[in-house]
């Protein structure tokens, strides 16, 4: 660690599960005050986990009345990620387990993000709240390399969910599966992914399925943060479902369900929450220490 700083405490913890084997798994260090970006990229890659956390004291201005104040800090394998919703998610349940329940806010590279944390009869769960999302289209060439490097056929695409690029904290290239078949047959072309994610500053590719009017099941590439595949993606939970809206696929007031992790044996589940006249999206979910 940088100048001979003693090694922090790292904390394992899931998210959107509460089961240790299920959801997407997060390192959480709760005090990174001494770490340098390569210490924390260090301990992101020997975790090997698609995110890590890291928290420092926030800036003066941040937090309301009741609420605790963070700046966090959010690194994959490779690299630093704007805003990772699963380890925030894991990183709230960890405060939570130390200091109870209650409201959080995190300053991340992307912008303010409140979370409220919850204890639902003993089991804790999270919901934080993105920054302003937006949608962009695609042009046509960069969604026919993006299906090429996936192996997709045009075909297999459900024509009612229009490719586009959802932000609500970070990138991500939005591709619906026709088919359940279709998005559980996942074998793409990892450096082919990876070059056009990095020209388009994409951090991962959603792809989803419609099971029912609210109900998804979603996968996500994530070549560009040295992993094949996210297992819950709160991030990318949160574009989602502004897009879903932007697009009028579901209601401007709605609650989302969103399995995610089943073809890798890490079920997890996200809720996605929509409200009328407020264009920020909530994203919540449960999570549990691993050891």
Known sequence: MTMNAPRPEILRYTAFSSAPDGGNPAGVVLDATHLSDSDMIAIAAELGYSESAFLTAPPEDLGGAGERAYSIRYFSPKAEVPF?????????????????????????????????VA??????????????????????????????????PGADLDQAFPPRIAFAGARHLVLAAATRERLADLAYDFARLEALMHRLDLTTVQLVWRESATVFHVRDPFPVGGVVEDPATGAAAAAFGAYARDLGLVPNDAVLTLHQGEDLGRPGELTVTLREGDSRVRVSGTGVRIR
Do not use: N
């Open 84 to 116: 990772c919703g699963h380890a925030t998610i894991a990183t709230a349940v960890a405060l939570a387990e130390r200091t109870g329940p209650g409201k959080l806010v995190f300053a991340t590279r992307a912008g303010t993000v409140p979370v409220e």
């Open 119 to 152: 204890d639902e009869g003993g089991t804790v769960r999270a919901t934080l709240t993105s920054v302003e999302p937006r949608i962009e289209e695609i042009t046509d060439a960069d969604r026919t390399e993006a299906l090429s490097a996936l192996g997709w």
